[in-house]
Nanobody, 127 residues
Framework: QLQLVESGGGLVQSGGSLRLSCAAS????????IAWFRQAPGKEREGVSC????????NYADSVKGRFTISRDNAKNTVYLQMNSLKPEDTAIYYC????????????????????WGQGTQVTVSS
């Protein structure tokens, strides 16, 4: 049983912060790159951030650079997304996704590269 479960979403005012968690069960994340995607109503799913399986490389969408930070704790089998200075345009359902990787020093934010997905957690930022 391979499962990813997101948590930490909620309602926050503009400028506030949230920390999302992605907890894995049924497998270890040691050899998986992890990405966060988000989808707002009426819009396509977009990549937010990713972290390589080694934890040494990260990527961010231009819209969140300097505000969001992705990290991982393999001992806890969990990946985090720290979101600061939140804006109303950050409102979306946030999904965690995992893909096994041979090259442990890179990650990508293309959704088709990720076969394993969580159920999503809602983030709402009021203006």
């Amino acid at each position: 049983q391979l499962q990813l479960v997101e948590s930490g979403g909620g309602l926050v005012q503009s400028g506030g912060s949230l920390r999302l968690s992605c907890a894995a069960s049924g497998f270890t994340l040691d050899y998986y790159a992890i990405a966060w995607f988000r989808q707002a109503p009426g819009k396509e799913r977009e990549g937010v951030s990713c972290i390589s399986s080694s934890g040494r490389s990260t990527n961010y969408a231009d819209s969140v650079k300097g505000r969001f930070t992705i990290s991982r704790d393999n001992a806890k089998n969990t990946v985090y997304l720290q979101m600061n200075s939140l804006k109303p345009e950050d409102t979306a359902i946030y999904y965690c996704a995992a893909t096994i990787t041979i090259v442990r020093s890179i990650c990508v934010m293309t959704s088709t590269s990720y076969p394993y997905w969580g159920q999503g957690t809602q983030v709402t930022v009021s203006s």
